[in-house]
């Protein structure tokens, strides 16, 4: 059990789908639906029984198994909110390790699967640099979309010097164009996966694309925040808070 990820978790607010659906891009992390509209008795029993599975090492098949016999959500419905949600408080605990390494290893890279599961606009994001202090990494931090598979790697210097990149001439912000097609120049997928997305370049040469509906947030900084305030604050406080602010 790992106790990051159990606090992600616990810091969740039970919510009606159509609440949820309403909330900020920087609340949602603060909440849990069920994705479809049920009783809210309901979708605290499923946040509970998650956090049960959660601290107690239970394999998502299990979970899944045990909900699917009580026939209120479908077997694909279950997988989706178990893996979601687990990913999730597994990339929150990441960031805080890799918020833990900065001092040797401060630029953090995006890597996406590149497989044909991959969504065109992750994949226009692989192999990106950005040192870590980059705002853009509030909002294209894992996970992106529903399913989302990406992941962030750190660098250090000496990692930096391996590939040739000179550090003082890393971007900022989206990547542009020859940024992407420097990133991807070894992909064999790259005509099918990204070369779509550049009808989606803005006039600059940026990429003019973003997460998934609901995805703009980082759920690491949200759970750090969390950690900091959580003793001044409910977290039925805390969200109303934020949806309010």
């Avoid at 899944?64 to 209120?72: F, L, M, S």
Wanted: aromatic share 12%.
């Amino acid at each position: 059990m790992d106790t990051l990820e159990v606090e992600f978790l616990s810091m969740k607010v039970p919510v009606s789908y159509n609440e949820y659906k309403t909330l900020p891009d920087g609340c949602k992390n603060y909440a849990f639906s069920a994705f479809k509209e049920l009783n809210l008795d309901i979708v605290k029993e499923i946040l509970e029984s998650l956090l049960y599975t959660k601290r107690s090492d239970i394999p998502g098949k299990e979970w899944v198994n045990e909900w699917k016999k009580k026939g209120i959500l479908t077997k694909e419905e279950l997988n989706l909110i178990y893996w979601d949600n687990m990913r999730a408080a597994l990339i929150a605990r990441k960031y805080s390790q890799l918020i833990k390494d900065v001092d040797i290893a401060p630029w953090w890279q995006y890597i996406a699967v590149m497989d044909l599961g991959t969504t065109p606009a992750h994949a226009a994001m692989h192999g990106m640099i950005r040192h870590y202090t980059d705002l853009i990494w509030d909002i294209w931090f894992p996970l992106n979309g529903i399913g989302c598979r990406c992941t962030i790697r750190s660098l250090s210097p000496e990692d930096l010097e391996d590939k040739g990149i000179n550090p003082h001439k890393i971007p900022t912000g989206l990547p542009d164009m020859k940024e992407v097609i420097a990133n991807n120049a070894y992909n064999p997928d790259f005509e099918r996966l990204i070369k779509p997305k550049f009808a989606e370049f803005n006039m600059e040469g940026k990429l003019n694309i973003s997460p998934d509906k609901g995805y703009a947030n980082n759920p690491g900084t949200d759970l750090m925040r969390w950690l900091e305030i959580k003793d001044k604050y409910s977290k039925e406080e805390w969200l109303k808070l934020l949806k309010n602010a």
